[in-house]
């Protein structure tokens, strides 16, 4: 087979793999050349900063990309294909963040952060206020909250790429012998063996261009995957109502459709001499029940021993289905298992909102599981418009970005980009995936690959598979552009405020070796982590960018725009903010038996975080020495 042919392959597998080849040769390339650009520069301000030059393009796009993370490519997608269009009420408010964020502290942070020299937050933090105690909090509660948005992007990367690579013979050949090695294994053999394989390949590829290429590597990265993304959203929306047969025709097909049942069945087989093993996702068809046709997909892998017929309690989706949505019909037989097998006995439960009602994926609030009300009442709907910009402005990771822009016009030309941008992006994606609720049923089981799925699905069905490489990148490349960001993130933290602190007069040389060390350590812990992780990864992003907003966001207008902030009020303000969020999501945990927040009046856990925050911190530095005159003059000028 000549390149050209295996290139333009008629499998999805074949292409996506060279499409992921060559993307990462691209992405060591760059990483390379960045780190070529580190020779001569200080290190600590070139490899976390890149010298504080970025330009309009570089500023934006990596801006625009690290805010496109796994969370925006999976996570929202997986949430816009469980609950339909009143996802729209949600994602409205991200795109807003530019805006906000950039608009509200992007001017004055790259002030305060050149004039003291500072690389990262708790730095900043702790030369405005002259206090180590200042930035040995911000530090610990950076490094605690980011962790879990780290650990979002690496499930997202391994949930990538099991969809990526699923149809390549080389890589289920590995998948099995991974199965084999790990299965005694404690931990580690509970985990999917091709989510366990991707899950490797994802870290090591990452935390090596990261560690080796730095800051700049990022940057340059993040505008090709920006690109990547943009193009790839454009492509996939095109696809989707082509094949949807218009906005119209899916909203139609959406208002006839019912929430599935979760539980159990009992999998009986007429051939019973060899063993078997039924894979996640495998569907199975059940009797007709008046004007509708059941299936059931199975949630987890099912395995028949040899002689065996029966086997009972077998983890299962039921999906219910209009017999006049041909389309949808139409999707689930063409997977239908061939073998020979019933499913019986049913033991399954619907959501509390909207079980067995058509049309609920078209009308608010949209249906949940555990929640009479729905998902999205009124005010939650609005503490979450308010959550993203918001909690979008306090992430250190975008505060990164703003000490590093070059001048004023760069940042005035880069608020208007970026909105752009991200109106580009998430618009197109609420259409993308509530015509997914069409075209993939069934899906519920693992949600959070829906966004690969669909990549693959639409351009076999368009009969253009090699394409398949390339829409898969655009989430692939939303995940790396985040998880490169956060690992230099937290390993910033960890060697300039603590390491470096400790050890003043550390070369060059040392400080890049720690720094080296710290990025693995740290994608290590991130990787083992995810092993078993949740089922929505966007519960951990919530979780991770509400718990920095509350930590961050109150304490770094203050120290920017307000003279007085006191150190004491400054750690009160990140300790009761912070501990507010871990607080309300262990009340959640307590309450709903599973990893959410406490939603008090219906409203997000960061609104009342971020309310305490404020009245702590006023209620603190009315009560603490006043701020040292010498910083206030530095930072403020001369005060009347």
């Known amino acids: 087979m000549t390149g050209a042919d295996f290139i333009f392959a008629s499998t999805a597998g074949n292409a996506a793999l060279v499409s992921f080849a060559i993307y990462m040769v691209v992405v060591f390339v760059l990483a390379g050349l960045a780190n070529r650009e580190q020779s001569g520069k200080s290190f600590l301000n070139e490899y976390f900063l890149g010298s504080r030059n970025l330009g309009m393009w570089a500023f934006a796009f990596t801006y625009a990309a690290t805010s496109a993370s796994g969370g925006?490519?999976?996570?929202?997608?997986?949430?816009?294909?469980?609950?339909?269009?009143?996802?729209?009420?949600?994602?409205?408010?991200?795109?807003?963040?530019?805006?906000?964020?950039?608009?509200?502290?992007?001017?004055?942070?790259?002030?305060?952060?050149?004039?003291?020299g500072s690389i990262t937050v708790p730095e900043l933090l702790r030369k405005r206020l002259g206090s180590d105690t200042v930035g040995m909090v911000a530090t610990v509660l950076l490094?605690?909250?980011?962790?879990?948005?780290?650990?979002?992007?690496?499930?997202?990367?391994?949930?990538?790429?099991?969809?990526?690579?699923?149809?390549?013979?080389?890589?289920?050949?590995?998948?099995?012998?991974?199965?084999?090695?790990?299965a005694p294994i404690p931990w580690v053999g509970s985990a999917?063996?091709?989510?366990?394989?991707?899950?490797?390949?994802?870290?090591?590829?990452?935390?090596?261009?990261?560690?080796?290429?730095?800051?700049?590597?990022?940057?340059?990265?993040?505008?090709?995957?920006?690109?990547?993304?943009?193009?790839?959203?454009?492509?996939?929306?095109?696809?989707?109502?082509?094949?949807?047969?218009?906005?119209?025709?899916?909203?139609?097909?959406?208002?006839?459709?019912?929430?599935?049942?979760?539980?159990?069945?009992?999998?009986?087989?007429?051939?019973?001499?060899?063993?078997?093993?039924?894979?996640?996702?495998?569907?199975?068809?059940?009797?007709?029940?008046?004007?509708r046709q059941p299936f059931v997909r199975l949630t987890e892998q099912v395995e028949f021993l040899a002689k065996q017929s029966i086997v009972t309690n077998a983890p299962i989706l039921q999906v219910l289905t209009s017999l006049?949505?041909?389309?949808?019909?139409?999707?689930?037989?063409?997977?239908?298992?061939?073998?020979?097998?019933?499913?019986?006995?049913?033991?399954?439960?619907?959501?509390?909102?909207?079980?067995?009602?058509?049309?609920?994926?078209?009308?608010?609030?949209?249906?949940?599981?555990?929640?009479?009300?729905?998902?999205?009442?009124?005010?939650?709907?609005?503490?979450?418009?308010?959550?993203?910009p918001f909690a979008g402005a306090a992430q250190p990771s975008y505060m990164a970005r703003q000490m590093a822009y070059k001048d004023i016009p760069t940042l005035r030309h880069s608020i208007i980009f970026v909105a752009l941008y991200f109106s580009l992006i998430y618009f197109?994606?609420?259409?993308?995936?509530?015509?997914?609720?069409?075209?993939l049923p069934g899906w519920e089981m693992d949600a959070d690959r829906v966004m690969p799925e669909m990549a693959t699905y639409l351009t076999s069905e368009a009969g253009v598979p090699w394409l398949a490489g390339l829409l898969v990148a655009a989430p692939f490349a939303a995940v790396m552009s985040?998880?490169?960001?956060?690992?230099?993130?937290?390993?910033?933290?960890?060697?300039?405020?603590?390491?470096?602190?400790?050890?003043?007069?550390?070369?060059?040389?040392?400080?890049?070796?720690?720094?080296?060390?710290?990025?693995?350590?740290v994608g290590a812990l991130a990787m083992l982590a995810m092993l078993n992780p949740p089922q929505f990864l966007q519960d951990l992003i919530v979780f991770g960018s509400g718990g920095l907003g509350a930590s961050f966001l109150m304490p770094v207008i203050l120290a920017l725009y307000w003279p007085?902030?006191?150190?004491?009020?400054?750690?009160?303000?990140?300790?009761?903010?912070?501990?507010?969020?871990?607080?309300?999501?262990?009340?959640?945990?307590?309450?709903?038996?599973k990893f959410s927040g406490y939603e008090l009046l219906s409203l997000h856990p960061f609104i009342w975080s971020v309310l305490v925050s404020a009245l702590v911190m006023l209620a603190v530095g009315r009560n603490s020495p006043p701020a040292e005159k010498s910083l206030v003059e530095k930072y403020f000028g001369t005060q009347p």
Request: net charge neutral; aromatic share 12%.
């Open 428 to 439: 197109p994606l609420i259409i993308i995936f509530t015509c997914g609720r069409v075209l």
């Open 324 to 388: 006049k949505n041909e389309r949808e019909l139409k999707a689930i037989r063409a997977q239908l298992s061939k073998l020979e097998l019933n499913a019986t006995n049913l033991d399954v439960e619907g959501y509390d909102y909207g079980d067995d009602k058509p049309g609920v994926y078209v009308s608010a609030p949209g249906p949940k599981d555990s929640s009479a009300t729905g998902f999205l009442p009124i005010m939650l709907a609005i503490s979450f418009f308010c959550f993203w």
């Open 72 to 116: 925006s490519f999976m996570g929202f997608p997986s949430l816009i294909y469980t609950h339909g269009w009143v996802m729209a009420l949600w994602i409205a408010g991200y795109i807003i963040v530019p805006l906000v964020a950039i608009g509200l502290i992007a001017k004055r942070l790259n002030q305060v952060a050149r004039k003291s």
């Open 192 to 291: 999917e063996a091709d989510y366990l394989l991707c899950l490797l390949v994802f870290a090591v590829s990452v935390v090596a261009y990261t560690a080796w290429g730095g800051f700049r590597a990022v940057v340059w990265t993040d505008m090709m995957q920006g690109v990547i993304m943009g193009l790839g959203v454009v492509i996939l929306l095109g696809l989707a109502l082509s094949q949807v047969g218009g906005l119209g025709k899916a909203t139609e097909e959406l208002s006839r459709q019912v929430p599935p049942k979760e539980g159990n069945a009992t999998l009986i087989r007429s051939v019973a001499d060899e063993p078997l093993i039924l894979a996640k996702g495998t569907w199975l068809e059940m009797p007709k029940e008046n004007d």
């Open 482 to 521: 985040s998880v490169d960001s956060f690992l230099l993130l937290v390993s910033g933290s960890v060697v300039r405020d603590v390491y470096q602190r400790k050890n003043p007069k550390a070369s060059d040389a040392q400080m890049k070796k720690v720094t080296y060390w710290t990025t693995v350590g």
């Open 564 to 593: 007085k902030l006191t150190p004491r009020a400054t750690v009160a303000g990140m300790l009761s903010g912070g501990g507010s969020m871990a607080v309300f999501y262990l009340i959640g945990y307590l309450v709903n038996d």
């Open 143 to 182: 490094v605690f909250f980011q962790f879990f948005f780290l650990l979002a992007q690496f499930k997202a990367g391994a949930k990538i790429m099991t969809t990526l690579l699923g149809d390549v013979a080389v890589y289920q050949t590995a998948v099995a012998a991974v199965d084999q090695f790990t």
